[in-house]
């Protein structure tokens, strides 16, 4: 069979069209192949932030020395009460007004704001100190909706977070959390931490995950947890805001915390 | 050959005491694991033969993307949904760590770290 120079040419020129529709192939059949997504009904926001309305929790602590918030968060992620303050874990906890906001503590300040401790939990900023020193990048700030997240894998345990962050909310474990615990109050949807690891509030990154509001938000019966995208102009968070004069703690740190307190 | 009367005899028993390990457990084999799989569910979330031998791995791929990509879902190869989590999704039907994962971790003479921190089920033993 005689083949010419432009047949040649012809078949070699659709050959390589040929070979070059092979990656699109197997892209296209990578279709049936297992693959992890998120689950439809996760809430979306651009960052997340907490509003505390002190006013509605102090009534609260007078009531019934109400600590529900704590309690709750707590209890579904298996923080152990450790009486030694040395070792203690916290992720949401309360806190004197002096230590809350030391930058602006006025020592004339209304009685019930000096008296009644303030709820604190793990800011989330904007700029997290803590993220950009981790070395194991452990803990990250997701681009997401902002929250300061804790990969307790990879934590190694150096503990530069801790001193990285200004509002004391890293907790490390010294020993073996699990002794704790009690095995029957555990939450068995959600795993322990074990020694020689940081922990934190991560804003219940696995409620959020399936539609669910943070624990301590959903456990307060005063509704002074408001929980919200603080981008998003038409949002609860932005709205109380809005109407309230509100204050953040060691704003001048620059670290953009996301924690608002109404007092 | 000089000194055959020793030398021969001490053959016989350096063979011997050096296969002592082999000659002694003869017969001893430790059985082979027999994880029990779960009466509920018939599939699950690869194909059998995968599991066995990659599911450590599938695990960490498991990890970084419930953990770091937030995805928590997984679509099975047939075309199920599973909850991608050790303890809502894997022991869900495995539900005890001493009849499933020991049987073979235990037989390999592996301890993974996983349970210092994600809790096994409570079983009624």
Redesign the interface.
Known sequence: MEKDRRDFLKIGGISVLGLSALPVFEALAQG????????PR?LQATQWAIVVDMKKCWEEQEKRQCKDCILACHKVH?VPSIPDAKREIKWIWQEEYKHAFPDQANEYAPEQVKDHPFILLCNHCSNPPCVRVCPTKAT?K?A?DGVV?M???RCIGCRYCMAGCPFGARSFNWGDPREYLD?QQ?N???????KG?VEKCQFC?ERL??GLQPACVEACKAKALVFGDINDPESEVRKILAENYSLRRKIELGTGPNVYYII | MYDSGKIIPGIILFVGLFTFPFWSNMGKAAPAPKPELPKTAKVCVMDTAFMKTEHMVLLNHWRDKVVREANRVWLGPDGKEYKMSIQNGCMQCHTSKAKFCDQCHNYAGVSPYCWQCHLEPKENL
């Open positions: 049936k192949d297992p693959k992890a997504m998120p689950d996760a298996n990250w997701r997401e997240m990969d307790f894998h095995p555990e068995p949807e959600f795993p322990t931490r074990r690891v990154a995950a399936v």
